[in-house]
């Protein structure tokens, strides 16, 4: 991404523009620990995310851009992204005339840290606060919310170093979900006997949100989980023609489902589910290495009672299987847990005052 398209945030000048100089004195260190703070600097200065909008995509004639969906991406547990991220969002629809949907990608924080805090560190109780904090705002302004959770890294071996694999893991997987075979740009009526059914879009907002054709849509909480395996051998790299491999459908579905990216929330507690199958165009058409879409559909429809598939085709010699399964907010024992440590921090906070 280019500077001209970064911005930071800052309490007394509003929106920065990355090489605007002085701009890493004016944004570093953000707003800390304190969302409350970076909501309020955000809404004195909202109109500005409009204008920067305005200028990115407007078109020749001055009307709005077209931008049918975004993704907002954000970390809970501190203070900058918790407070600005629900303006963002805001700032999309009001451009955008409520047209785009907004999908919310927040990333929680590792909540059975030191409890401890000090000038250096967080404590897991603010951090906790902060996330319900955050996602009481954003559930306002989005459509759906995909939680990334690192307290899945927090016990391995230098965790900090996996972050960049965990990044990638879940941006493949949105990439599949959102673009599918758009993305090589595809034609699946260049080939006899193929006819794949499509998920678009609107189908992974449906799968992400609840109650939306009547007055009270609320976003769901998906979790996301994608498993990918090779459909050549390595002769089959040398020697073209030989080396295929057939594709296991019972266990792709099954391994994306237990990569998911909320490791306390099971499947078969998610009301909502969609998959997306991505193949080379023999092994979806039926063919002897054909995957088996109706063995994968009917391991997600024995999780959760709303299901949609789809296929999408790739030149690529893989097969893969990105999930995405939904939970109302209060069926998601994370959220609860991190409620209940925001509760207690809350209350200590209170005592202290007291005292």
């Known amino acids: 991404m280019s500077e001209a ?48 909008l305005s200028a990115h995509f407007d078109e020749p004639d001055g009307t709005p851009g077209d931008i049918p969906f975004a993704f907002v991406c954000l970390g809970l547990g501190g203070g900058t992204g918790c407070g600005i991220a629900p303006h963002v969002a805001e700032a999309i629809k009001e451009y955008t005339d409520g047209v785009a949907q907004v999908i919310g990608v927040a990333v929680l924080p590792n909540t059975k840290g030191p409890v401890a805090e000090d000038d250096e560190q967080i404590s897991a109780g603010r951090q906790a606060w902060n996330t319900v904090y955050g996602l009481d705002r954003l559930e306002e302004t989005v459509d759906g919310i995909i939680l990334v959770d690192n307290q899945r890294l927090a016990y391995e071996d230098a965790a900090e170093g996996r972050f960049s694999e965990y ?118 058409s039926g063919g002897s290495k054909g995957i088996e879409t109706s063995t994968m559909r009917r391991f997600l429809e024995s999780k959760c009672p709303e299901v949609n598939m789809g296929v999408a085709l790739t030149r690529r010699n893989l097969a893969s299987f ?23 921090y809350e209350r200590q906070n209170e005592a202290r005052q007291v005292a």
């Not at 995405?324 to 609860?336: G, P, Q």
């Open 167 to 284: 990044n990638e893991y879940v941006a493949s997987g949105l990439v599949d979900l959102i673009s599918g075979s758009t993305l090589e740009r595809i034609d699946p009526g260049e080939y006899d006997d193929v006819d794949p059914p499509v998920v678009d879009l609107q189908d992974v907002v449906t799968s992400l949100s609840f109650d939306t054709r009547g007055t009270n849509a609320r976003p769901g909480y998906a979790t996301l989980g994608r498993s990918v395996t090779l459909t050549k051998s390595l002769l089959g790299y040398l020697l073209p023609f030989v080396g295929s491999q057939s594709v296991d459908s019972s266990a792709l579905p099954r391994l994306a489902a237990g990569k998911r990216t909320l490791a306390e929330a099971s499947p078969d507690d998610a009301e909502k589910a969609i998959g997306l199958v991505r193949a080379p165009v023999e092994y979806v």
């Open 322 to 344: 990105t999930s995405l399964y939904t939970y109302r907010r209060e069926n998601v024992d994370r959220i609860v847990e991190i409620e209940e440590r925001a509760d207690e």
């Open 5 to 52: 398209h970064q911005y930071g945030i800052a309490e007394r000048h509003g929106l920065v523009e990355r090489g605007t100089p002085g701009f890493e004195e004016q944004v570093t260190g953000g707003f800390g620990r304190n969302p409350v703070q970076a909501d309020q600097v955000m809404e004195s200065h909202r109109e500005e995310l409009i204008d920067k």
